[in-house]
């Protein structure tokens, strides 16, 4: 291909790609959309720049508005997470918690978390699964005996097994993130048995700012680690927040230990987001889990088998379908694809069980941030779980249905909850 043509080309496709986002139910629970004043942040200069080191000690020059907006960064995370510490160098979650693993642990040590079907991260994986905590950091991984009712870790049964297999670290928080975890009820018996407590709040940091979730660090979590651009609307980067005590291993573990460069535009954006969230994060928050409750309900009452109904469906972003009865995960994912609803198919804790695999597992996750920021409310939901249904249960023309969603999306194309908002959501914005 010549070089013009590939060049040409490939700007048409993000800008086909915008066309096509203003179009859809954007479902994915661990995505959103970033405010105009985000997306400006991420087009500067910043993005073309070098810092390494804290502010005020960078290896480079060239630093001084650089420094200025990660200092303010920091003191914005603090802020709103109530925390003594934040690192805003991670360039992603993943290396969040790679940089925390090295900060808290040596490789060998064990850590206890949640198994990836039962919601847990690639990124807390063993090393024969290829995940990051045994095959990059040599973790040995134990899971959190998990109760697939409640989708929750079983508290009794956790406490036991923290007393006698003594891992080096505790590690709450997961990709299916229905219910608080009981950071509370086994923080203490992790640290009596020497354990760091940890918690992944990549899904909910958002909410956890927004007052809507649970409030680890008070709670008897030592460190945080997260994405900003799942329920915090920010742009692709990490963060870590911790207690003072943890601030110069926690420091080390990200610089040197896991990045060089980290994406200055991106702290950049993330100050911007951390200021709305400070202003809008409240409202948008218990918005966003209204807005799950309600969704859950909807698609209930349609004969769909959200799971844990009888504790409300979520306390959070997200909701998991367990669509066995109709097909799996994997074929029912693209179809709602034709059909316009983006959302992903996930493992459920019982799939291995049952032969299933994450290609083709029993369920789906659906996440309501991105739907709430750009306007939606319950009765909204109503109409989104009319769509899903007209799709898996009724087996409707995915055609037809992409043209109704179409049409339901038209009045929806503002991000809400910020500053600024002269530029759409989805718009494509040309500087060449
Ligand atoms: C998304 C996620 C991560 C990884 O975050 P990235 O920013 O995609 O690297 C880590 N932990 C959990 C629980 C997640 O859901």
Request: charged fraction near 25%; charge should be neutral; glycine fraction near 10%.
């Amino acid at each position: 291909m010549r070089p013009r043509e590939a060049y040409d080309r490939t700007l048409g496709l993000l800008q086909k790609h915008h066309e096509w986002f203003k179009t859809v139910l954007p479902l994915i629970a661990s995505e959103n959309v970033q405010s105009p004043a985000v997306r400006e942040a991420l087009t500067t200069d910043f993005g073309g720049r070098y810092a390494e080191g804290m502010p005020g000690e960078r290896v480079y020059a060239g630093c001084t508005y650089i420094d200025q907006v990660e200092l303010l960064a920091m003191e914005l995370a603090r802020e709103l997470f109530k925390a003594e510490h934040a690192n805003v160098q991670p360039v992603s979650g993943a290396v969040s918690n790679l940089a925390m693993y090295t900060a808290l642990t040596d490789p060998g040590d064990t850590m206890m978390c949640l198994s990836i079907a039962a919601g847990g991260h690639i990124t807390m994986g063993k090393k024969k699964f290829g995940g990051a905590a045994g095959a990059v950091h040599g973790l040995e991984v134990e899971y959190f005996p998990f109760d697939e009712k409640r989708m929750n870790i079983d508290v009794e049964a956790t406490a036991k097994k923290i007393a006698e297999i003594k891992p080096k670290l505790v590690m709450f928080g997961g990709s299916l993130f229905l219910f608080p975890h009981p950071v509370k009820e086994l923080s203490k018996v992790a640290k009596e048995h020497g354990a760091h407590v940890a918690y992944d709040a990549a899904h909910v940091i958002g909410l956890i700012g927004g007052g809507q979730f649970q409030d680890p660090l008070r709670e008897g979590a030592e460190v945080i680690t997260c994405s900003t651009h799942k329920t915090l609307p920010g742009p692709q980067h990490g963060m870590i927040l911790c207690k003072k005590e943890l601030a110069d291993p926690i420091n080390r573990g990200v610089f040197p230990g896991m990045v060089s460069n980290h994406h200055l535009h991106a702290v950049a954006g993330l100050a911007v987001a951390l200021a709305e969230m400070l202003e809008f994060g409240k409202e948008y928050t218990a918005q966003i889990v209204k807005n799950a409750k309600a969704l859950g309900k909807a698609l209930y009452d349609r004969g769909l088998a959200v799971l844990c109904a009888d504790q409300g469906f979520t306390a959070s972003h997200t909701l998991g379908i367990d669509v066995t009865k109709y097909g799996d995960g994997g074929v029912i994912e693209r179809k709602l694809e034709q059909a316009s609803v983006i959302l992903n198919r996930e493992l459920l804790p019982w799939d291995p069980r049952q032969g299933r695999h994450f290609r083709n597992p029993g369920g789906l996750r659906l996440g309501t941030s991105e739907v709430t920021r750009i306007g939606m409310k319950e009765s909204e939901m109503g109409e989104i779980a009319e769509f899903i249904k007209r799709v898996i249960v009724d087996g409707e023309e995915t055609k037809r249905v992409a043209a109704d969603v179409a049409e339901f999306r038209r009045d929806y194309q503002r991000v809400h909850y910020c500053f600024e908002s002269a530029t759409q959501a989805y718009e494509y914005v040309k500087i060449r």
